[in-house]
Each structure stands twice: as C-alpha cells, then as structure tokens.
C-alpha cells in the first residue's frame, strides 16, 4: 500500500519520493481511476477499481455472519491471588529463582475443564496495563480441573524467572483465553528485586504454644532469625506483642544491632513473656522493625496463647500399695484385701488444674458404722499442672472398714471443683503369711572363690510388714541381715537358709544350694592382657605364642563366609591333679591384644573366631551363644569368652585383604626344541606370611581372560594349573615343549596362605591392554646357506717363520622371517652326517645381510693348529634365537680347504738342480710322452679296452647298415602307397562337390 499515497494534503506532501504518480481526482463514486493518460494506466486503474468493488462485496457479506460471544471459552475462573512472587516482596537478584505460583477460583458451581494460564515478569511497573511490553519472560501450564466455589494453586513447575537486573518488577498471570468474565482474567502486581536483599526473617520461635500458661509470671522467649547479607552496625528492634481479640494490652522490646553475616542464623532472646491475666491472646514475636530490612512479611510469627490461673485437685483412688488388689467375699460383699502393716494403703492424686499446687492429703480409717479409728494421716503432695502424686500410708489394723482420702477443707474455697476433693472405699484387711523364699542366687548356681554374691529374699507382697531377714549357712552359720546383702563364701557346696519373722510374730524359712568354684587369671604378656577361667579344680594354665594357620589346609566353613584364617590360638588348661580327666571349666574369658595378631590397618569389623577340631585337620566350628566374641575398639582387644571349652585350639578369621604382590614384566622366553621359560620380577609384600606363592596356569585350546573382574570369572581357569612356585621365584620352565604349529596362554596368579588363588594379584603372559596373545614355541632349527663361501690359503715367510695362514670368507645372506641368527663353525676332516657330538672351533657368529665374514687360522705345532698336507673341512651351522640348530651340514655351508705346502714356492733356491733330459725315442716327443704313460697300469689298461672298442666299431658298423637297409626301402614305399590313397580320396571327395554344385 506504500505506492498509494494518503488523501490529505499533508501526507500528500510527503510523497515526491514514491514511484506512484501523483494522486489524480477520484471519480464521483470514488470506484476507480479517472480515464486518463496511458493504456497501461488505465489497466492499472481497472485494476484497481475491480479490487475495491470486491472488497466492498466481501463487506456486505460480513452481515450476513451470526453474531459470536467476545468470550474464548464458557465458564468463569479467577486469578485470585499470586503467590509467587509475592506481592510487594523483595528479592534478591543473584540468588533468587522464582517458580510463578497463583491462586485460581472456580466462581460456578459446575467443575471447569482444565485451561491454559500464562505468567510474564518484566523490569518495571506495567501494573496499570495489565501487560508487560515487548517479549518479556513467561512460561505456560494448564488449571488441571476446578471443582466448583473452589480455588486451586497453579505451579509452573517447568518454568522459572531469575531476575537481572535490581528495582521494581511486574508480574501478570493471565489466561491464554478469557471467559463468561474477562475482568478477572488478568491480575498484575509488583514485587522488588535488590542487589543484594538485605533480609531478617523469622525462621522458628523457640517457644511451646501448646502449654497453658499462667498470669504475671515470666516465660523466656527466644527467636531463631535468618540473615541475609545483613551489614555490620544496622540496628534492629526485636520483640514481641499481646493482643487480647485485636488489641494489644502488652508489649516488650529491644534494640541492637545483630552480627553482620550472609546466611546464617541469629538465635537472640527476647524479652521474658509476662501477660497481665488469664485468657486466650495473639502473641505476635519476632523483628518488630529496621529501617534496613527489605521484607516486612518474614519478619513476625503469631500464635495462639491461653493463660489460665484455674486451681483443680482430684482424689483419683485408693488401692493397695502391695499385691495385685485381691478381693475376698464378706457377706456376700467383694472387698479389695489390704496386707497389714506399713506400706500397705497407696492414696493417687492429681492436679488438674493450671497453677502450682502444695497442700497436703489426709487419710481416715473408720469402722462400717462411721466410728472413726485411724487418723487422719497426712501426707504432703507439691504437684505442677498435670502432675500427679501419691501418698503411702500404713494399714494398723485387721477387719472390715471404710478408707477416705481427702484433702483439707481450706483448699475447697480456691477449687474450681470441690466435688472430686474426697475419695472413700470400703475394704478388708489380713494377716497373710510371707512365705519366704531366695530369688538370688538361684539355685545350683555356681561362683568364683572370692566373688561377692548377692543375696536377695522373696516374700509375699501380702505378708504382714515390717519383715525381719536372718540368712545363714547349713541353718548353723550366720551369714547377714536384711532382705538384700552380699557376702563371699569359701569354696565348697552351701545350703543357705532365709528365715523371716514378719508382724505378726510368725517365722518361715526358704533354702537354695550353691556352688564356689574355682576362679584364675588368665594373662600371658604381650598376647593376653586379661581375663579369668572358672573351674572345679586347681589346673595349670598355658598360653602358648599363637601361630600362623598350617600352610595348604582348605578351611570350608571359614572360605565361605568370604574370609580367611589369620591366626590359631592354643590355651593349655590341665589339672594339676593327674588323676582329674575333666576339671569341669565353666568357662574362659580371655582379653586378646590384637595389635600383635594381625596385620596393620586390618579392619576389626570382619573378625570371627572358629573353634579347631585339631591342627592337623581342616575341621572349624563357629562360636555360638552362650560363647561369644566381641572386639572392643578403644583398646584394640578381643573379648573371648567360652562357655565350652574343649582343647583350647581357636582360630582368628576375617576379611583379610590380598597380600600386595605382582608379577611384574611378566613374558615368555623362547628355548631350544620349542622350550619355553616363564619370567617374571616379583614385587611388592612377598614377606607377608599370608602370601603363599605363586600358581602357574597352562591353557593350550584357547587364550585366557584378563583381567578377571569377578572370582566367578576366574573359575574358569581351574583344571588347567601346572605349577605353584615360592614367593620369591622369578622364572619357571615349562616340562612340555611346543611344538611347531601349537601354542599355549599362560597365567600367573598369587596365592594365600592356604593356596587359594588371588584373581586380583597376577599377570598374563602376552597381555597387549586388551586381549591375551598366544606365545608360541620355536623347534624349527633354520636352514639358511651363506654365500661366497671361499678361503685363501697364503704363507708367511716374514721373519723366518714359514708359517701358512688360511682366511675363509664368506657373504652373510638374507635371513627371510628369521631373527637373531648366529653361527657355529666347525672344522673337520671328515664331513659327518650330524655334528652333534662335534665341538666347534667359533660360536656366536654374526653378521648383516650382504657383509662379508672372514675366519682366520694359521699354522702350528699345537694340536688345534693347521697342519701341512692335510684336508679340512669347513662347516657353518645356522642358530636361531632361542638356540634352534639342525647339526646335519647343508651343502653351501661346507667348503673343503687343502692345506698345500707353499713352502718351496718361496725356497726355490733350495731345490737341487735336476740333471738334463734324454732325446725323445725316434726324435718324437709325444712318443716319449706314450712311453711315460704306459709304465702307469691303469693307462695301459684304458688304451687295451679303447683299442678293443675301435675294433668292433669297425666291424660291426657296416653289417648293421647292410641289415637295416632292406628295412628302410619297405618303410619307405609303405609310406608312398598310403600318400597315394589319400589324394584318391580326395580327388573323389571333391568331385562330389562340383557335382553336387552345378547339378
């Protein structure tokens, strides 16, 4: 529409720049342009005009559309109030993350579906626009169902606003449509928003709202407060206020000036709480001002407050004050039985009322006609609100009679109900036997010489009081006084007798028979510490230096529990009396130090203790009640107390952690004929007693896992073991050679004491990080040739020594996949079919491809020396690097040497004239040559059978030329006729041809 310009005047000025023409003059009804100028203007202004006939159309037919509600949805739900953040409030912008929280209200009866509500917060006061401008921060949830006149708490869990900047803020909850009400769509409210909020806030007051208190008396009040980056030196006033149904009748307060800190709490007291009368009050307490505080609604904490000043006793009941409140029948009457006596009538009262009660309670025995025969006693009670007491009186006679208990007359005027002052029963009181009898020690029971035993006598609760005890022994000896003493008895068997007189004269007696035993010290420095042993006999006692558990043994009952043995105990008991089998020990209690037993930082938590059959067997019990076991940690001792005591062997268990060792570095190496050696450095604690060695497993179907995360991972090597070696062992051979084209895993894993293997502690052979690699043996001896294989024979003549020196050279060749491979030269005389059993005169040969070796010997009188005239043969045998050598010489690898005598080569000087030579016979050399020859048999032997040979060739060579040329002749006209019948036929063949052609 930017091309169109506006109609007035003055934004028609304002269009000089547009790429429309000037405004023309509308026609008269305003449905188009003027037909005016171009051909192309006026398309444009039909254009026009038939656009705005349209629109003017779709206008018209906007009547015709039914009316709709300005509402988005039915119903009517309210934003009541906002919760978060809270109105007025102030936050801090650093720390704070407000989840939006507000109030909605169903205002019909029916329950309203779920509706989508929005919330915004934006930095200012939009307040009066119910909006907040531009794209503030907002979030989205859903009312969930209202019921209906009900009100519901909307959270937006999901979202949440953290301020950025200080000062006012605005938030606006609004829903998504509005309904039936629009006016109460919308709530906005403002809150602050400081950096930093400087904050006193109440967060509990120490004080029991839940007692009723009394008027005029002083209660101390504190109030545990929260601060937040509160300064140093801002005052505050503190304290508390009384309002009686919304006024205040009290109030106390202090100034001062709380610690400066940022979060934590202030616990200061207020002033004592003291209300002027009885009634129900508000009690408002806390931060009652500061100018520096930026909330106000954190700052107090009201309750509910009841003072009451009401005075209220009560006689509860009267019953007995010993037995279980037996009744007896009189007259056809059941009456509650009192035991005669002192302490036998139990008065309980109580004070019901709100203030301190002292006063005194008054108990009178009359007869069934109301004569009065006893008291009133006294008994004075102090009692709190909601205390109770009770009051003990004696009961001085026998009979039917009537028992009140009541409190005096001068408190009746200051109860709020006399009515329950008094309290009166109607009773029957006995003489009744006491029936003695000694509840400690029971009986046969057993002590230690010099124990002190206590004695205590039974009787009836009903028996006629006061008692007198008389304990003594075998009904002869006294031994004390009273219902309970303790004493010590000789050592022996005792019948104790208790005979008791009680009021009314009458004596009884009651009897139990005991035992003093034999008690002893069981300490043996620096193991035991302490402890005793009980018995029937005198014995000799033995503490023998615990001990290590026996090396190999398989402890079932301790391995399954997850722990392994630590240490065996031995304590020695024997009578002293031969003749004595048994010396009836009732137990042993022995205090054990265990900083010498077991190893340091040992957890203690861990520890049984198993009774040993023997120790040569592997048979543990575990130590069960009445027998117990129990660490004390403040002394690091083992309590060992055992009620049945057999040989005295005990062994300590527990969770012992693997002893700290490795196999480090630990590898294969190659040997001879496919031997292999395992090779490792042990490390770490091999000096631990309970590290038992190391265990060599073997596996040749497949490698083996590490590590082994778990134990049930490892029992998947069991059966392939071949070896346990000492702690100290360094290398192990395998006995079984691998041959060419087999290969074997190998482990190496710790052991415990009682050779239980360690999973955790151990090493693989071939362990690349990831996997385990095979290790293969070598029994292949290499078959590799030098080359060049020559000598040099040369004769040293310097100095008179006329000495032959040999040089045998040769060109190292190309090793292929061999490594390391060295030589052995030999030197023989005789080439053998295996130099096995031969010594070589060089070992340990070597040299890189292509470069030439040399050996040098010479001559000499010594018997390894070379000698003139003689034949040697030189051998070369290649050796792998594990020691592989096939002693049977390959070919390339011999080289014969003839040890020529050079010596007249250099002392031609000294050789003899010869004499001179005859003429040839005839004057022909060769002749003389022939003549030379056969005086040698074997040529005059070879020129018999040659001449022979030339005879016969020239014989027999024309006979046979004569006899096979007969032969020839027919050969060769066989071979003409058969020539012959093949052109016929293929004469015939190609007439046919023709024939078949033309005809």
């Given at each position: 529409?930017?091309?169109?310009?506006s109609?007035?005047?003055?934004?028609n000025?304002?269009?000089?720049?547009?790429?429309a023409?000037?405004c023309?003059?509308?026609?008269?009804l305003?449905?188009?342009w003027?037909?005016?100028?171009s051909?192309?203007?006026?398309?444009?202004?039909?254009?026009a005009?038939?656009?705005?006939?349209?629109l003017?159309l779709?206008?018209?037919?906007?009547a015709l559309?039914?009316?709709?509600?300005?509402?988005?949805?039915?119903?009517?739900?309210?934003?009541?109030?906002?919760?978060?953040?809270?109105?007025n409030?102030?936050?801090?912008r650093?720390?704070?993350?407000?989840?939006?929280k507000?109030?909605v209200?169903?205002?019909?009866?029916?329950?309203?579906?779920?509706?989508?509500?929005?919330?915004?917060?934006?930095?200012?006061?939009y307040?009066?626009?119910l909006?907040?401008?531009?794209?503030p921060?907002?979030?989205?949830?859903?009312?969930?169902s209202?019921?209906g006149?009900?009100?519901?708490?909307?959270?937006?869990?999901?979202?949440?606003?953290q301020?950025?900047?200080?000062?006012?803020?605005?938030?606006?909850?609004f829903?998504a449509?509005?309904?039936?009400?629009?006016?109460?769509?919308?709530?906005?409210?403002?809150?602050?928003?400081?950096?930093?909020?400087?904050?006193?806030?109440?967060?509990?007051?120490n004080?029991?709202?839940?007692?009723?208190?009394?008027?005029?008396a002083?209660?101390?009040?504190?109030?545990?407060?929260?601060?937040?980056?509160w300064?140093?030196g801002?005052?505050?006033?503190f304290?508390?206020?009384?309002y009686?149904?919304?006024?205040?009748?009290?109030?106390?307060?202090?100034?001062?000036?709380?610690?400066g800190?940022?979060?934590?709490?202030?616990v200061?007291?207020?002033?004592d709480l003291?209300?002027?009368y009885p009634g129900?009050f508000?009690?408002?307490?806390?931060?009652l001002?500061?100018?520096w505080?930026m909330n106000?609604?954190?700052?107090?904490?009201?309750?509910?407050?009841?003072?009451?000043?009401?005075?209220?006793?009560?006689?509860?009941?009267?019953e007995?004050?010993?037995?279980?409140?037996e009744?007896?029948?009189?007259?056809?009457?059941?009456?509650?039985?009192?035991?005669?006596g002192?302490?036998?009538?139990?008065?309980?009262?109580?004070?019901?009322g709100?203030?301190?009660?002292?006063?005194?309670?008054?108990?009178?025995?009359?007869?069934l006609?109301?004569?009065?025969l006893?008291?009133p006693?006294?008994?004075?009670?102090?009692?709190?609100?909601?205390?109770?007491?009770?009051?003990?009186y004696?009961?001085?006679?026998?009979?039917?009679?009537?028992?009140?208990?009541?409190?005096?007359?001068?408190?009746?005027?200051l109860d709020?109900?006399?009515s329950d002052?008094w309290?009166?029963?109607e009773?029957?009181?006995?003489f009744?036997s006491?029936?003695?009898?000694i509840?400690?020690?029971?009986?046969?029971?057993?002590?230690?010489s010099?124990?002190?035993?206590?004695f205590?006598?039974?009787?009836?609760q009903?028996?006629a009081?006061?008692?007198?005890f008389?304990?003594r022994l075998?009904?002869?000896?006294l031994?004390?006084y009273g219902?309970?003493f303790t004493?010590?008895l000789?050592?022996?068997?005792?019948?104790?007798?208790?005979?008791?007189?009680?009021?009314?004269?009458e004596?009884?007696?009651?009897?139990?028979?005991?035992?003093i035993?034999?008690?002893?010290?069981?300490?043996?420095?620096?193991?035991?510490?302490g402890?005793?042993?009980?018995?029937?006999?005198?014995i000799d006692?033995?503490?023998?230096?615990?001990?290590?558990?026996?090396?190999?043994?398989?402890y079932e009952?301790?391995?399954s529990?997850g722990?392994?043995?630590?240490?065996?105990?031995?304590?020695?008991?024997?009578?002293?009396?031969?003749?004595?089998a048994?010396p009836?020990i009732?137990f042993t209690?022995?205090?054990?130090?265990?900083?010498?037993?077991?190893?340091?930082?040992?957890?203690?938590?861990?520890?049984?203790?198993?009774?040993?059959?023997?120790?040569?067997s592997?048979?543990?019990?575990e130590?069960?009640?009445?027998?117990?076991?129990?660490?004390?940690?403040?002394n690091?001792?083992?309590?060992?107390?055992?009620?049945e005591?057999?040989?005295?062997?005990?062994?300590?268990?527990?969770?012992?952690?693997?002893?700290?060792?490795?196999?480090?570095?630990?590898?294969?190496?190659?040997?001879v004929?496919?031997?292999m050696t395992l090779?490792?450095?042990?490390?770490?604690?091999?000096?631990?007693?309970?590290?038992?060695?190391?265990?060599i497993?073997?596996?040749?179907?497949?490698p083996?896992?590490?590590?082994?995360?778990?134990?049930t991972q490892?029992?998947?090597?069991v059966?392939?073991?071949?070896?346990d070696?000492?702690p100290?062992?360094?290398s192990?051979?395998?006995p079984?050679?691998?041959q060419?084209?087999?290969?074997?895993s190998?482990?190496?894993?710790?052991?415990?004491?009682?050779s239980n293997?360690?999973h955790?502690?151990?090493?693989?052979?071939?362990?690349d990080g990831?996997?385990?690699?095979?290790?293969?043996?070598d029994?292949?001896?290499?078959?590799?040739?030098?080359?060049?294989?020559?000598y040099?024979?040369t004769?040293d003549?310097?100095?008179?020594?006329?000495i032959?020196?040999?040089?045998v050279?040769?060109?190292?060749?190309?090793?292929?996949?061999?490594?390391?491979?060295?030589?052995?030269l030999?030197?023989v005389?005789?080439?053998?079919?295996?130099?096995?059993w031969?010594a070589?005169i060089?070992?340990g040969?070597?040299?890189?491809?292509g470069?030439?070796a040399?050996f040098?010997?010479?001559?000499?009188?010594?018997q390894?020396?070379?000698?003139?005239?003689?034949?040697?043969?030189?051998?070369?045998?290649?050796?792998?690097?594990?020691?592989?050598?096939?002693y049977?010489?390959?070919?390339?690898?011999?080289?014969?040497?003839t040890?020529?005598?050079?010596?007249?080569?250099?002392?031609?000087?000294?050789?003899?004239?010869?004499?001179?030579?005859?003429?040839?016979?005839?004057g022909?050399?060769?002749?003389?040559?022939?003549?030379?020859?056969?005086?040698i048999?074997?040529?005059?032997?070879?020129?018999?059978m040659?001449?022979?040979i030339?005879?016969?060739?020239?014989?027999?060579?024309?006979?046979?030329?004569?006899?096979t040329?007969?032969?020839?002749r027919?050969?060769?006209?066989a071979?003409?006729?058969?020539?012959?019948e093949?052109?016929?036929?293929?004469?015939?063949?190609?007439g046919?041809?023709l024939?078949?052609?033309?005809?």
């Amino acid at each position: 529409m930017d091309r169109f310009c506006s109609l007035t005047s003055k934004a028609n000025r304002n269009c000089r720049n547009s790429h429309a023409p000037p405004c023309p003059i509308y026609a008269s009804l305003g449905l188009g342009w003027l037909m005016r100028g171009s051909a192309s203007q006026r398309a444009r202004r039909r254009g026009a005009a038939q656009s705005l006939v349209m629109l003017m159309l779709f206008s018209s037919l906007l009547a015709l559309v039914p009316a709709t509600s300005a509402s988005g949805v039915t119903g009517n739900l309210a934003l009541v109030e906002g919760l978060d953040p809270m109105p007025n409030a102030t936050y801090d912008r650093d720390t704070s993350f407000i989840v939006p929280k507000a109030i909605v209200y169903n205002d019909q009866m029916s329950t309203h579906a779920s509706r989508q509500i929005r919330w915004e917060i934006c930095a200012g006061d939009y307040t009066a626009a119910l909006d907040c401008p531009g794209n503030p921060s907002n979030g989205l949830t859903s009312t969930g169902s209202v019921p209906g006149y009900q009100n519901v708490t909307v959270t937006f869990s999901s979202n949440f606003y953290q301020p950025l900047v200080a000062g006012i803020h605005t938030a606006v909850f609004f829903f998504a449509l509005t309904d039936n009400n629009a006016t109460d769509d919308k709530l906005a409210y403002t809150f602050n928003v400081s950096a930093p909020l400087r904050d006193i806030s109440v967060n509990q007051v120490n004080f029991d709202e839940s007692q009723v208190y009394n008027s005029n008396a002083s209660y101390p009040i504190s109030v545990d407060f929260y601060r937040r980056s509160w300064e140093m030196g801002n005052n505050a006033t503190f304290g508390w206020r009384l309002y009686d149904n919304g006024s205040e009748i009290a109030s106390e307060s202090i100034v001062t000036i709380p610690p400066g800190a940022t979060d934590q709490h202030y616990v200061p007291w207020m002033p004592d709480l003291v209300v002027p009368y009885p009634g129900i009050f508000v009690l408002e307490v806390g931060l009652l001002s500061s100018p520096w505080d930026m909330n106000e609604w954190n700052n107090l904490v009201s309750f509910t407050l009841e003072v009451n000043d009401d005075l209220d006793v009560w006689v509860e009941t009267i019953e007995p004050a010993r037995g279980s409140g037996e009744t007896i029948e009189v007259q056809g009457q059941n009456n509650t039985l009192y035991p005669y006596g002192i302490n036998s009538i139990r008065v309980k009262v109580g004070n019901i009322g709100h203030v301190l009660v002292n006063t005194t309670v008054l108990l009178s025995i009359f007869d069934l006609n109301g004569i009065l025969l006893d008291g009133p006693t006294e008994c004075n009670v102090t009692m709190t609100p909601g205390e109770p007491a009770i009051c003990i009186y004696e009961m001085p006679l026998t009979g039917e009679f009537i028992l009140n208990a009541s409190f005096p007359f001068d408190i009746e005027s200051l109860d709020i109900n006399p009515s329950d002052n008094w309290f009166e029963v109607e009773i029957s009181s006995r003489f009744i036997s006491a029936n003695p009898s000694i509840s400690n020690p029971t009986e046969g029971e057993r002590f230690d010489s010099g124990d002190e035993i206590l004695f205590i006598g039974q009787v009836s609760q009903m028996s006629a009081m006061p008692l007198n005890f008389t304990w003594r022994l075998n009904y002869e000896e006294l031994i004390g006084y009273g219902q309970v003493f303790t004493t010590s008895l000789p050592m022996g068997e005792w019948l104790v007798t208790l005979t008791t007189r009680d009021a009314n004269g009458e004596l009884q007696t009651g009897v139990r028979t005991i035992r003093i035993q034999n008690r002893i010290s069981l300490t043996s420095l620096p193991w035991v510490v302490g402890g005793e042993s009980v018995m029937g006999v005198e014995i000799d006692y033995q503490f023998n230096e615990p001990t290590y558990p026996p090396e190999g043994f398989q402890y079932e009952a301790i391995e399954s529990e997850g722990l392994s043995p630590l240490r065996v105990l031995d304590i020695d008991l024997e009578p002293l009396d031969s003749t004595v089998a048994d010396p009836g020990i009732i137990f042993t209690e022995s205090w054990i130090d265990l900083s010498y037993l077991l190893p340091i930082g040992f957890d203690r938590n861990s520890i049984r203790v198993y009774r040993m059959t023997s120790l040569e067997s592997a048979l543990v019990e575990e130590i069960e009640y009445p027998s117990t076991v129990i660490i004390i940690p403040e002394n690091d001792t083992l309590l060992l107390y055992d009620e049945e005591f057999t040989n005295g062997l005990y062994m300590i268990a527990g969770d012992l952690q693997p002893a700290n060792v490795s196999a480090n570095n630990f590898h294969i190496e190659q040997g001879v004929g496919g031997g292999m050696t395992l090779v490792w450095s042990p490390e770490g604690d091999l000096d631990n007693p309970y590290f038992g060695g190391w265990r060599i497993y073997r596996r040749t179907t497949y490698p083996f896992f590490w590590p082994y995360d778990t134990e049930t991972q490892f029992w998947s090597v069991v059966g392939t073991e071949v070896g346990d070696l000492a702690p100290h062992d360094s290398s192990w051979v395998d006995p079984t050679p691998l041959q060419d084209g087999t290969c074997a895993s190998y482990l190496i894993i710790a052991l415990d004491r009682q050779s239980n293997p360690d999973h955790t502690h151990g090493a693989a052979a071939g362990f690349d990080g990831t996997d385990v690699e095979w290790q293969c043996g070598d029994a292949t001896p290499p078959h590799i040739e030098v080359e060049d294989l020559d000598y040099n024979l040369t004769f040293d003549n310097s100095s008179g020594q006329n000495i032959h020196h040999l040089n045998v050279t040769w060109t190292w060749p190309d090793y292929g996949v061999e490594e390391n491979v060295t030589w052995i030269l030999y030197r023989v005389e005789v080439v053998p079919s295996s130099l096995t059993w031969m010594a070589p005169i060089a070992t340990g040969l070597s040299g890189e491809t292509g470069e030439e070796a040399r050996f040098h010997e010479w001559e000499g009188p010594a018997q390894h020396r070379l000698k003139v005239e003689r034949t040697y043969n030189y051998i070369l045998l290649p050796v792998d690097s594990v020691g592989n050598v096939d002693y049977a010489p390959l070919e390339n690898n011999i080289i014969s040497v003839t040890i020529e005598n050079q010596f007249w080569d250099y002392n031609s000087h000294l050789i003899p004239i010869p004499p001179p030579e005859a003429p040839p016979p005839y004057g022909i050399p060769w002749l003389r040559t022939l003549y030379d020859y056969l005086d040698i048999g074997a040529f005059t032997m070879t020129a018999m059978m040659a001449f022979s040979i030339l005879l016969l060739n020239v014989v027999m060579i024309p006979v046979i030329i004569n006899q096979t040329r007969g032969v020839r002749r027919r050969i060769k006209r066989a071979k003409w006729e058969s020539q012959a019948e093949r052109e016929a036929m293929m004469a015939d063949e190609m007439g046919d041809e023709l024939e078949d052609l033309f005809y």
